[in-house]
């Protein structure tokens, strides 16, 4: 039997069904689905084509994710992170506003994170952001806490003045029940970077508030690793 699994993030289930569904010659190959918070497992396996199709099938199916592909083994998102933080000695300081500390703690879940992990800041409020950060207060006014240049200045601030080996990786977002700012409940914006090199991603999440949140801890974790694997421009 022939075997093969890819993990990717940023899509739901029935986005992941919709996509499969338009790659020909899949009907050789059963693949499993399964998805939390836009952390995606496919799993694919095939009892009747030879090796060579199978390989052909699943190039197929991983060419269809590839800006949404993290890893072809079983690995979590934040255990692959402090692989890749390990392996090319980097240090990581986190502002999480909208994930209230959930990025740290699954970081923190994986044994010898300490020696790539320098802090992590919950920066909730507009005048932690500024006090902590120096998120500057024109900044919040032009453009809201809930922005790409906030999250841009709070990666900055983690960074400002640190040795070139760390990496910022902020969030900041609305994960309801209601709206703030005139803005819909799921926008996210994720911030990482290092030097002068910051890069921020805009989302649209729906769920409910915790799914949201989870979802963010997810992206930030996704987009910190292809930080780290050099493939950021590609995003």
């Known amino acids: 039997m022939e075997r093969a699994l890819l993990k990717i993030c940023g899509l739901r289930e029935e986005e992941v069904l919709e996509i499969i569904k338009g790659i020909p010659d899949r009907d050789g190959i059963d693949i499993a689905i399964s998805e939390n918070n836009l952390d995606c497992k496919i799993q694919m396996k095939s009892e009747t084509l030879k090796p060579i199709e199978f390989q052909i099938v699943k190039a197929k199916i991983w060419s269809a994710f590839e800006d949404y592909a993290y890893a072809s ?57 500024m006090a902590r950060l120096g998120v500057s207060s024109l ?17 900055s601030g983690l960074i400002r003045g640190k040795a070139p080996t760390f990496i910022g990786l902020a969030t900041t977002g609305l994960a309801g029940p209601g709206g703030d700012e005139g803005k819909p409940v799921g926008l996210v914006y994720i911030g990482v970077g290092s030097g002068d090199f910051i890069t921020t991603f805009e989302k649209h999440i729906k769920g409910e508030r915790n799914e949201i949140r989870g979802a963010v801890t997810n992206l930030a974790l996704f987009y910190l690793i292809r930080y780290l694997k050099g493939d950021i421009l590609r995003l």
Do not use: Q, W
Request: with cysteine.
């Open 139 to 155: 900044t919040l006014a032009e453009h809201g806490a809930v922005s790409g240049e906030t999250a841009r200045e709070m990666v």
């Open 73 to 129: 083994t079983d690995i979590s998102l934040p255990a692959l992170a402090a692989e890749l933080l390990k392996i090319n000695k980097r240090i990581i300081a986190v502002a999480e506003s909208i994930t209230g500390g959930e990025i740290c703690s699954r970081l923190c879940s994986i044994p010898g994170i300490s020696e790539n992990l320098y802090e992590g800041i919950v920066c909730y409020s507009r005048f932690s952001k």
